[in-house]
């Protein structure tokens, strides 16, 4: 089981974003821009063209509404990213221009700081 499924399950607590049938979207943890979103299938699968077609779909429907939903939130373009190679369950992450990111770099935020984030992206 990956994290992401515990995630999912509930075992594991998260800054939840977005939930529906088929996806689901939290703050990422060690986060590279305030915002930083993970959107993820329920389907366990590693690979992103391993997902059926309707799961796929349905993946970055959400990920257009969280992006859209982000660039409300913090009036900058948002921005995605498919790297794969983390955590053996698709995903892709969501942040968007933010002129305090520096690569390679995470910011460290408060677990109030993280709510706070997340309830402003929540819909």
């Not at 990422?28 to 915002?35: F, Q, R, V, Y």
């Not at 690979?47 to 309707?54: Q, S, V």
Request: aromatic share 10%; with cysteine; net charge negative.
């Amino acid at each position: 089981m990956t994290i992401f499924e515990k995630i999912i399950n509930g075992e594991i607590p998260c800054y939840k974003i977005y939930e529906d049938e088929k996806t689901f979207a939290f703050l990422d943890i060690n986060p590279e821009t305030t915002g930083h979103t993970l959107v993820v299938p329920k389907t366990p699968v590693d690979k992103l063209y391993d997902l059926k077609d309707e799961d796929y779909l349905a993946l970055f429907t959400t990920v257009k509404k969280v992006m859209q939903r982000m660039e409300t939130v913090f009036g900058s373009r948002a921005l995605l990213k498919v790297v794969g190679t983390d955590v053996p369950h698709a995903h892709v992450h969501v942040t968007h221009l933010d002129p305090s990111w520096e690569y390679g770099k995470s910011l460290t935020l408060s677990p109030e700081e993280m709510q706070s984030i997340a309830d402003r992206l929540k819909f």
